[in-house]
């Protein structure tokens, strides 16, 4: 099996800054793209960063500037820093792994629980 442990959510002023992690673990073989997604209450979960196995990465339009996204794939880590945040950044964060399995020859997506953003004065 494979786990995705998300932490570091809170609550935070608006222009104030915090920096999630996502740690996976279990029988992992290796894994290719990790990508940090939201959700915020009554909306769709959206992507918000994604990044490669090789490092290239990606934003939504709504974060490019403010937010970065990081991996160590020694640790099997993966970071979101978040800066100049807004109240329209609160959502549940979530990061999502395509993990290969010890033995297995296929990636599948794994979820994480999610940890929650609130930024408000």
């Known amino acids: 099996q494979v786990q995705l442990v998300e932490s570091g959510g809170g609550l935070v002023q608006p222009g104030g800054s915090l920096r999630l992690s996502c740690a996976a673990s279990?029988?992992?073989?290796?894994?290719?793209?990790m990508a940090w997604y939201r959700q915020a209450p009554g909306r769709q979960r959206d992507l918000v960063a994604l990044?490669?196995?090789?490092?290239?990465?990606t934003y939504a339009d709504s974060v490019k500037g403010r937010f970065s996204i990081t991996r160590d794939n020694a640790k099997k880590a993966m970071y979101l820093q978040m800066d100049s945040l807004q109240v329209d950044d609160t959502a549940v964060y979530y990061c999502?792994?395509?993990?290969?399995?010890?033995?297995?020859?296929?990636?599948?997506?794994?979820w994480g629980q999610g940890t929650q953003v609130a930024v408000s004065s």
């Open positions: 990044i490669g196995g090789g490092g290239g990465s």
């Open positions: 279990g029988r992992i073989g290796s894994i290719d793209t």
């Open positions: 999502k792994a395509d993990v290969r399995q010890i033995g297995s020859g296929r990636y599948q997506d794994y």
